[in-house]
């Protein structure tokens, strides 16, 4: 089973900052006011929380879990400061691009369960909030050909 000590340091930063990036993308693209921003951070630091325990990845899934969920997203936003809005969406997917290409040394069936559950968080923030939005849609759906899903 892989846990930490397969990845090196930065495959390791990309895999810790993904879903906080996912979460940052799909509520960048809602359009919504602070109680729907709310409820999506919430539901997004749920699915971050809380995977679904379910295949061979669960182990290193656990290893991500706290260091993702204390991963700020203040400074994730602060470093796309000033950009665009399709400039900060695209460095966000570039961000889980990364977290892929980390992957990609593991076993198949591992590095599918988490690519599913760092798309299982973009949905569940963009489901929060009386349903999923045409741009958010939009997102999944990009999201989903980034992870390979």
Do not use: C
């Amino acid at each position: 089973m892989t846990d930490r000590s397969s990845f090196t340091d930065a495959q390791w930063h990309a895999l810790t900052d993904a879903p906080v990036a996912i979460m940052l993308a799909v509520a960048f693209v809602g359009d919504h006011g602070p109680i729907s921003m709310l409820k999506e951070s919430t539901a997004g630091a749920k699915a971050i929380a809380r995977p679904a325990n379910s295949g061979p990845a669960d182990q290193l899934i656990a290893e991500i879990v706290p260091e993702a969920a204390a991963k700020e997203a203040r400074h994730d936003a602060k470093a796309h400061q000033g950009a665009t809005p399709n400039v900060v969406v695209d460095g966000l997917l570039s961000d889980v691009a990364a977290a892929v290409d980390a992957l990609a040394g593991i076993p198949a069936e591992e590095s599918s369960q988490v690519r599913q559950w760092f798309y299982d968080i973009g949905v569940a923030v963009a489901s929060a909030s009386k349903g999923i939005k045409p741009a958010e849609q939009e997102l999944l759906d990009r999201l989903r050909q980034a992870l390979d899903l």
